[in-house]
């Protein structure tokens, strides 16, 4: 295959699977702009492994990409000093279809207390619809860390949304 046609399938791909991939990266991030990046960066990437990821699945190459790659920036955030007060621009929340709003919807909002390994294996299982088999490859992980990740990760979503709905009235 020509150089030329790899490239016209590569950009057919990008333009088919943009909104798929970005509501997972927005997903996974909680933030439509650090989506955006995560999965620029994803696609550059892809980009040079196209050739290899298109004889695969390479839905399933660019998903595992977002997922590792929003995991590395999650451990270089760590390192950074984390303090307990928020910057004014970060205080509100954003849409995740883009814009800012007042109030975000409950269950984004348990999600996004989740810790981030927690919310990758919800990301992928439940709205991504992956096996637990598929999520444990694309997380780079074991199918039993899969199944105990999403058991702590659906008792806490749980908890939240009750205890939400006991204090509205």
């Known amino acids: 295959m020509s150089r030329e ?3 016209a399938a590569y950009a057919d ?18 933030d439509r702009h650090r989506a955006e990046e995560l999965l620029q960066d994803c696609l550059v990437k ?10 695969d699945d390479p839905h399933a190459y660019l998903r595992r990409m977002l997922a590792n790659n929003h995991v590395s920036w999650w451990r270089r955030r760590r390192r950074e000093l984390l303090t307990a007060d928020l910057p004014e621009s970060a205080a ?3 849409d995740p279809l883009g814009g800012r709003i007042d109030e975000l919807d409950e269950l984004q909002l348990a999600l996004r207390a989740l810790p981030e390994r927690q919310r990758a294996v919800v990301v992928l ?4 619809d992956l096996s637990e088999k598929a999520t444990a490859a694309a997380l780079g992980c074991s199918v039993g860390t899969v199944k105990s990740q999403n058991a ?3 008792a806490r979503l749980r908890t ?3 205890a939400n709905q006991e204090t509205t009235p």
């Open 160 to 162: 939240t949304l009750l």
């Open 152 to 154: 702590r990760a659906m």
């Open 13 to 30: 791909f990008v333009e088919a699977a943009w909104h798929r991939h970005l509501r997972t990266a927005t997903l996974l991030t909680g």
């Open 5 to 7: 046609t790899e490239d």
């Open 92 to 94: 509100r929340p954003v």
């Open 125 to 128: 299982r439940h709205f991504e």
């Open 46 to 55: 892809l980009y040079v492994r196209w050739r290899r990821a298109a004889t």
